[in-house]
Structure formats: structure tokens, C-alpha cells
């Protein structure tokens, strides 16, 4: 059974960083994508990053040039690296997790893709 844990999420202020962590827990991480969206109060959930079983990335407008994803397989752990922070990433993030048994991913910003999600972690960005 997948099950999927966030954590590295707080209070920081605009302009600073945070990084958040998704850890994987059962069998065959090398074989599933992995993406983080984020919900803020009264908006809908909005894709933010994915990463492929390849580790090719992939980032919202919103977030490119500030955010890095990067995965690490031996750990089962997923990194998202958020730098120069804005008030507007304030939300709920969640990771999500889909197996694959192809290289590609068609669509990493479909929350429909994905099959297993995590609870989420709280960021706060502070003026």
C-alpha cells in the first residue's frame, strides 16, 4: 500500500525559502511520477511542480525559476525547493504519486492523473 508524507512546511517571510519533503512509503518508487499541488483558502487546487520517474521536471508559470523538484530513489523521497517565497504561495501543498510503466508523463499537471495523495503541509508566507 503507497502512502504518501509531507513535511518541511512553516511560516517563513516573502523572499525566503522552505523546502518540502514527500515521503514514499511502499514498493517500487523508481516506477511512479510524482507531482505537488497546492490549495490556499477558497481556491481550487492548482498544480505546481511534477517530476517523472526520469527525473524530468515540470513547474506552473507561477513557479518557474523560483521552485526546484528533484527525487531521490534511494530515500523514496521527493524534494521541492521553494525559493524567493511570495504571500500568493500561501496554501496547502500535496504531494501525489501515480505509477507508470512508461518514461513519459503525459500529463503532470492533471490532478486526474495521479492515484495516491498525501495529507498535505501548511505554508504560511508572511509579508
Known amino acids: 500500500q503507497v502512502q504518501l508524507v509531507e513535511s518541511g512546511g512553516g511560516l517563513v517571510q516573502a523572499g525566503g525559502s522552505l523546502r518540502l519533503s514527500c515521503k514514499f512509503s511502499?514498493?517500487?518508487?523508481?516506477?511512479?511520477?510524482v507531482g505537488w499541488f497546492r490549495q490556499a483558502p477558497g481556491k481550487e487546487c492548482e498544480f505546481v511542480s511534477a517530476?517523472?520517474?526520469?527525473?524530468?521536471?515540470y513547474y506552473a508559470d507561477s513557479v518557474k525559476g523560483r521552485f526546484t523538484i528533484s527525487r531521490d530513489n534511494g530515500k523514496k523521497v521527493v524534494y521541492l525547493q521553494m525559493d524567493s517565497l511570495k504571500r500568493e504561495d500561501s496554501a496547502d501543498y500535496f504531494c501525489a504519486a501515480v505509477q507508470t510503466i512508461v518514461t513519459g508523463f503525459l500529463r503532470p499537471a492533471s490532478i486526474d492523473e495521479y492515484t495516491n495523495w498525501g495529507q498535505g503541509t501548511r505554508v504560511t508566507v508572511s509579508a
Open positions: 511502499g514498493n517500487s518508487f523508481s516506477r511512479y511520477n
Open positions: 517530476i517523472s520517474r526520469s527525473a524530468n521536471p
